[in-house]
């Protein structure tokens, strides 16, 4: 089994951004406690990060045939990229939604969510471990 994670814009920033609400510790860090939990799962990793809208979705094309589940937090996309919502779509491969922060708990616009309609689940405001449960979360879900 193969997981491809996807992080949006901005979250490469992790240690730097916005501590209070995304954590100290770094993007470096982030990616490998994720490796570890796959590792520790029996399935195989690649994680992915882009600034770009294009690039996030020529990625979500490219996992056709080659992955069985993306994790995706699509950062602020999340709240208006029809363009990503479509990808996610026509890929058809199960996508778990994941924030680090409680979205629905902060400004209005970050209560929408595009991509959670044609997400399988959404995991939001566990902070870093937003990703560790998705991974469980979508690992039984394939199983
Ligand atoms: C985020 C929440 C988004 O609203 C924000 O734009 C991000 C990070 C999160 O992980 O909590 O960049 O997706």
Redesign the pocket.
């Known amino acids: 089994m193969n997981i491809l994670v996807i992080h ?4 490469n920033l992790l240690g730097q951004r916005e501590p209070g609400i ?1 954590g100290e510790e770094t993007f470096e860090k982030l990616n490998s406690d994720i490796m570890e939990k796959a590792a520790s799962l029996g399935v195989g990793c690649e994680i992915y990060q882009s600034n770009h809208e294009g690039g996030i979705i020529d990625k979500l094309h490219e996992a056709i045939g080659k992955f069985d589940g993306v994790l995706i ?4 996309y ?2 208006y990229s029809y363009a990503i919502m479509d990808a996610i779509s026509a890929i058809k491969i199960p996508c778990i939604e ?4 409680n ?1 629905d708990s ?1 400004e209005e616009f ?1 209560k929408i969510s595009l991509i959670g309609p044609v997400c399988r689940a959404t995991v ?1 405001g566990f902070g870093r471990n937003s990703y560790l449960l998705a991974m469980d979360g979508l690992v039984g879900l394939l199983k």
Do not use: D, E, F
């Open positions: 949006g814009p901005n979250l995304y937090n699509a950062g602020a999340t709240h994941v924030h680090i922060s979205v902060r970050r939001s």
